[in-house]
């Protein structure tokens, strides 16, 4: 199993700013992704994380607008840029091990 | 393209029955795993029951168990003895590469005392 936490939990953020969430296993995964939630909908993912090379993004999803870091095997960031309503989601950043996947608690966004 | 439906996008069962949760899937792969995620308020994910396609038996995790049904591409969720703590929203996913999930839309559930 995997144990992940992710800072901010929550954070409202003003309209044309960008936020940065963190995302820490306490193990070392090959991959990491993080998802996005819109309200009362279910998870979308927005990139797959590698360790050394650059994340790969799907469909809708760019990397000037969702930059991620992945600078070691157990910690990844995800940055949501130029902030706009619409941005306002759980992000979710998950690993898998051993065929099944784990989450981390979600960070809240809200942009105003 | 790989797809998961969940067609129930509400329930609700009193305390202590049974009820059961709908999915199906699509995939052209022969061996993949199928998952049900219960995600409560806290918005934690938790992985409640696993499935993998070569098996024919149905998995069962205490009071969940699930009812596969490989050529129909089917995989519902049985909860039985409901409990409050079951009380989230459950989603059905599918994982064809070992890499990419793939998840339903979800079913809210709640257990009324």
């Known amino acids: 199993s995997a144990v992940i936490s992710q800072k901010p939990s929550r954070d409202i953020c003003q309209r044309g700013t960008s936020l940065t969430i963190q995302c820490q296993v306490d193990s070392q995964v090959t991959m990491m992704f993080w998802y996005r939630q819109q309200p009362g909908q279910s998870l979308t993912l927005i990139a797959t994380a590698n360790q050394g090379s650059e994340a790969t993004y799907e469909s809708g999803f760019v990397i000037d607008k969702f930059p991620i870091s992945r600078p070691n095997l157990t910690f990844s960031t995800l940055t949501v840029s130029n902030l706009s309503p619409e941005d306002s989601s759980i992000y979710l950043c998950?690993?898998?091990?051993?065929?099944?996947?784990?989450f981390g608690p979600g960070t809240r966004l809200t942009v105003t | 393209a790989q797809t998961v439906t969940q067609s129930q996008p509400e329930m609700s069962v009193q305390e202590a029955e049974t009820v059961t949760l709908s999915c199906t899937y699509d995939?052209?792969?022969?061996?993949?795993?199928l998952f049900w995620y219960k995600q409560p308020p806290s918005r934690q994910m938790i992985l409640v029951i696993r499935q993998e396609a070569y098996k024919q038996q149905n998995a069962t995790e205490n009071r969940f168990s699930v009812n596969f049904q490989k050529a129909a591409k089917s995989f519902s969720l049985k909860i039985s003895d409901s409990q409050l703590g079951d009380t989230a929203m459950y989603f059905c996913a599918s994982d064809h590469t070992g890499n990419q999930f793939y998840f339903g839309t979800g079913t809210s559930l709640t257990v009324i005392p």
């Open positions: 995939t052209s792969e022969n061996n993949y795993y």
């Open positions: 998950s690993v898998v091990g051993g065929s099944e996947q784990y």
